[in-house]
Nanobody
Framework: VQLAESGGGSVHAGGSLKLSCVIS????????LGWFRQTPEMERELGAI????????TYADSVKGRFTISRDNAKNTLDLQMNSLNPEDTAMYYC???????????????????WGQGTQVTVSS
């Protein structure tokens, strides 16, 4: 199983970035997919989750209304469109996957089985 993130970079506050994750080696459509983020000062935290249904998305309060998660089951990709970025969004962003066999998608990082290497997002004021 491989998860490969891309799209990170440095932007000024108010700017936008789009992260992408290509996932291989698992039955993509049967997995909950998520974006999490982490800094040296904080534990890995939820960004957004995309469930196996098109409309089943969950966002952390801190990103709600600014970030949009989307998945393409035909291309095995997971995207995160990030708008109105602020310095508090600076972090390493990771995509993650876990089987949806439980019937609902978990929200905690510890519940996710597969992880990418991460892509750095830096937002300057």
């Amino acid at each position: 199983v491989q998860l490969a993130e891309s799209g990170g970079g440095s932007v000024h506050a108010g700017g936008s970035l789009k992260l992408s994750c290509v996932i291989s080696g698992l039955p993509f459509a049967d997995y909950c997919l998520g974006w999490f983020r982490q800094t040296p000062e904080m534990e890995r935290e939820l960004g957004a989750i995309a469930g196996i249904d098109d409309d089943s998305t969950t966002y952390a309060d801190s990103v709600k209304g600014r970030f949009t998660i989307s998945r393409d089951n035909a291309k095995n990709t997971l995207d995160l469109q990030m708008n109105s970025l602020n310095p508090e969004d600076t972090a390493m962003y990771y995509c993650a996957a876990v089987s949806a066999a439980a019937g609902h998608c978990m929200l905690l990082p510890g519940d996710y089985t597969y992880w990418g290497q991460g892509t750095q997002v830096t937002v300057s004021s």
